[in-house]
């Protein structure tokens, strides 16, 4: 079993900036993979980036590409999203997924994070 803890999410205006963390538990991180994911409201849960169990390239969907960053810091057990010139329609719960050995990109994630919430206003 992985269990996640999210934190960072919160209200902050159209263009501003807010980091998320993921600080995981329970399996070797080093063997994890590790996602974002979002869901709006009246909308299904979206991928937005995934960093494989090797750390060494971060995947992002289009909609957040140049605006979002992912990192990992393995001897911390915790992943980031930093989420910058944020827009009204990043508004959603962004939860926090992994998995052991899985391409998040093309697979669900077995353990998932409570989820927080990030609201953008405009």
């Known amino acids: 079993q992985v269990q996640l803890v999210e934190s960072g999410g919160g209200l902050v205006q159209a263009g501003g900036s807010l980091r998320l963390s993921c600080v995981a538990s329970?399996?070797?991180?080093?063997?994890?993979?590790m996602g974002w994911f979002r869901q709006a409201p009246g909308k299904e849960r979206e991928f937005v980036v995934a960093?494989?169990?090797?750390?060494?390239?971060?995947y992002y969907a289009d909609s957040v590409k140049g605006r979002f960053t992912m990192s990992r810091d393995n001897a911390k057990n915790t992943v980031y999203l930093q989420m910058n010139s944020l827009k009204p329609e990043d508004t959603a719960v962004y939860y926090c997924?992994?998995?052991?050995?899985?391409?998040?990109?093309?697979?669900?994630?077995?353990?998932w994070g409570q989820g927080t919430q990030v609201t953008v206003s405009s």
């Open positions: 329970g399996r070797t991180f080093s063997r994890l993979s």
């Open positions: 960093i494989d169990w090797v750390g060494g390239s971060a």
């Open positions: 997924a992994a998995d052991v050995y899985v391409d998040l990109r093309r697979n669900p994630p077995a353990y």
